[in-house]
């Protein structure tokens, strides 16, 4: 029977895979993303017992052994799912030594080698600003012209655009007739959006019961351009009354009216206009469909290009590097805002 969280203490956990999940359920995981972590790390934990001598469990496991594992992967798995693995045994080993329950993490070293040969976005779709310009200019629906024009221009993922409130936008809203007070962490960051790391399935923030988690690993302030501040005001201009406290951002205008946008909502809208414009087919894979996860690794390749910052990009998508999101956070007006906004492409026709 799985014990509450925080009643053992680091010396009294006989099983730390089991500690682990029991933790990450506490924290709203889903099942399904349990499972993958149970899997991998029951698998790098025979890996390591039956490889190497005086191994007993995964506390034994160092920097060596975690990059024998990764070795042994190599020539079975494609590189995306090599990343994606190591991925979760950093977050598994991270995460138990913040707790206390083991003493260093072996894979930071290893995640910092892999992260220039690795590629963990496995080859997708090309398409160019100019494409993406059609696309966007063949939306008329205000509050589905907001929801993918958000996603491209910030990079975030679906359920993090969910979980947005109207609290967690600060705009200028001179022309309509609606006003709110934003988040205290806005003040002095004047057209912007904060992204809490906070939201968990499960979890009620602000009042709300979540049914989506945000899977960043910091607070995150995201400036807003003129283009996405115009289309957001004329969504904001026809937005309805909320049937949640919380005062979603992003509100359902179809059979859930009022109601907060669901992650498999924003999903068919990114699908139904994709297929409208020859990026979805049933049965396509990643390398052929558009989804709101393209729009992050659109976001994420065209930034990237263009500001040369590997940093900013690292911050405004919530990344773990707490040194260089430390920076960005206490010069946002210089070294975020200004840099962002004279590199943001532009989406509108």
Known sequence: MASEP??????????PIAYFLDDQRYHGKSERTLEAYDR???EFDSFVRSRFDGAESLRDAGRRECMAWVHSLRGEFESSTI??????????????????????NPMALVMEEMSESIDTDPTRRDISVLEIRSFVGSITHPLERAVVVTLL????RVGELCNLDRRDLRLATPDLAVEWTPRVELDRRPSSMFV???????????????????????????????????LLLEWLAIRPDSVSPAEPLFLDTRDSWGE?????????????????????????????NVTPHYFRHFFTTHLRDRT??????????????????????????????????????SVSP
């Open 196 to 230: 809490s790391a906070e939201p968990a399935r499960g979890a009620t923030v602000n009042g709300e019961e979540r049914t989506a988690s945000n899977k960043r690993k910091r607070d995150t302030v995201i400036p807003v351009d003129d283009e996405l501040r115009r």
């Open 40 to 42: 991998v790390l029951h």
């Open 83 to 104: 990343a994606t693995y190591a991925s979760y045994l950093n977050r598994f080993y991270d995460y138990m030594t913040r707790v206390g329950v083991f003493d260093d």
């Open 308 to 345: 040369g910052d590997r940093g900013i990009v690292q911050y405004l998508r919530g990344d773990v590097a707490s040194d260089v999101i430390d920076t960005y956070t206490h010069n946002w007006g210089d070294r975020v805002r200004q840099t962002y906004l004279d590199c943001i492409y």
């Open 260 to 288: 907060r946008l669901t992650p498999s909502d924003v999903r068919y809208i990114v699908e139904k206009h994709a297929r409208e414009h020859g990026w979805y087919r049933t049965g396509g894979g990643t390398t052929e």
């Open 153 to 156: 221009k910030t990079g975030m």
């Open 6 to 15: 925080g009643t053992e203490t680091p010396e009294e956990v006989a099983d």
